[in-house]
């Protein structure tokens, strides 16, 4: 990978690894009868008594439930617990991060309407069904690295930043949200599709080391960061269609079994294709480019590739 084009994402990938400590030894001081971080008296949210609970949840600092195994109910407990804070009327500021890592759900994690000040964490986390986040608003980062879930569903919801250091999950869908800094994804595999549609981006946006075992779309939204594809593989088609890139688009080093496709995207920085297997028909129609874009001569394309390229704008290197 040439340094040049190296994604800034060293201090991410640090930040993630510090959370996952061994069992053994938890970053956290343990329940009484558990691994679950203890939040008074001795005892984890799942077994802390009700009244303490209650008490807890009205406290302003975050929700701790690190390393905690919990049922439906506790969750419906934290989030009413969340709804109640102050700061979540129209027009104010919530002030909570909800820390779920390592946690154990034995439920599908509805988050609904959610709203965090702080961060949503659930890096390690090992969740029976779905992640949904409808309509949320999490000020700052939405963390799923390392997550065991079947799905990560995320729309209508403003965000701080979505991370994933690794992890298998059947699909991952973005729709609808706005998100002020960026995506990060790397060494993620999702046996289905990864989609991120109509979706903004204050930041970059930065893929590596993926795998989608269906389609990868980034469609139809504007990214005013970088992006960076690298390393992929992507078993069905990789679309970026309709798309505005405030800045530069690199696609290196990926294996793309279906067509690439660019479809009415608008470029304001240079793309480049570089040193990737495309297997389908790549599509290029952007509507106003005035970059330089780059094909290498290694990015193979199938017998029927068409890139569409204005010549003058086309850089073989
Ligand atoms: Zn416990």
Known sequence: MFALIRPPCDTID???TTTHTDAADPEWIRCESCDGAAIASGYCLAHADGSELEGLLRDSGPVDARGTTLTAEHLELILEALARQPGTGEGQEPRRSLLLTRSTILAPLDLGSIALGGDLDLNGASISGDVILSSARIAGRVS???VSA???RIQ???LGSIVSTGGEIESI???LCRVREGLHLSNLTASGAVAVLNTSFGEAVHVSRCRAGEDFSLTHSPIAGPVHFHDNMVDGEATFEGSTFGSEVSILDCTIQGELRFGTAIFDENLTVY???IGGCSRY?????KVTTSISASARSGPRASWGLPPSSTRWV
């Open 144 to 146: 799923v690295s390392g």
């Open 150 to 152: 079947r799905r990560v």
């Open 156 to 158: 209508d919801s403003e």
């Open 275 to 277: 040193r990737s297997s």
């Open 285 to 289: 129609t952007a509507r106003r480019s």
């Open 14 to 16: 640090a930040v993630s």
């Open 173 to 175: 869908y973005v729709y």
